[in-house]
């Protein structure tokens, strides 16, 4: 049997390796495009979900999760530490429908105004929580410019809105944390026949 020469047999080999190659470029961290349900939840919900747009500075919108709570996060551009599950990404937005609770803890942060609501501050600037209307919208961003880009521009997708316009003032309680979620309900028991 005649075998072709070194640089043919090279090439073919090349040739048979390369979707493995790259096969083996992709990570997990890639763009996943936002599933139907997900983003048809997100325009019907009771509450308004904040976001900033299919792509905001650059970053493409990379993941969508909606919590067990109710909150929505949004997540721009793919990790820059971590990975799945503890993942440090560029830019998150994540909306609670639970206004009774500001997610301060003990980080040093400072008030202020934006938009003509009250906003805290913390971080060194690369986390803006602002309470506003029935919500408390929570930005998480690489660098504070980024953070108070995206506090200037978030906008509802479920609700009319324009960009850099001031946001609602701050609802009372909604009671949204003390209603229990679906699966903290007990099951009604019923007698046994």
């Known amino acids: 049997m005649r075998t072709g020469s070194p640089a043919t047999v090279l090439l073919c080999l090349l040739a048979l390796l390369s979707p493995l190659a ?57 990790c820059l530490t971590g990975g799945q599950g503890v993942c440090a990404a560029p830019l998150r937005i994540v909306t609670s429908g639970d206004n009774g609770f500001l997610p301060v803890g003990t980080a040093p942060g400072h008030a202020t105004e934006i938009r003509g609501v009250q906003a805290v501050v913390a971080q060194k600037g690369t986390t803006i929580i602002i309470a506003t209307g029935s919500v408390v919208v929570d930005i998480f961003a690489k660098d504070s410019s980024l953070a108070y880009a995206a506090a200037l521009t978030a906008v509802p997708i479920n609700e009319p809105g324009a960009l850099g316009a001031p946001l609602p003032a701050r609802q009372a309680d909604s009671g949204y944390g003390s209603t229990p979620l679906p699966t903290q309900e007990p099951i009604p028991l019923r007698p046994l026949r």
């Open 22 to 78: 790259l096969s083996a470029c992709g990570n997990a961290d890639e763009t996943q495009p936002i599933s139907h349900s997900t983003l048809e939840s997100m325009l019907v919900n009771p509450f308004p979900v904040y976001w900033l747009g299919g792509t905001f500075h650059d970053l493409s919108i990379t993941e969508v999760f909606h919590d067990p709570s109710g909150a929505y996060s949004i997540q721009y551009g793919t």
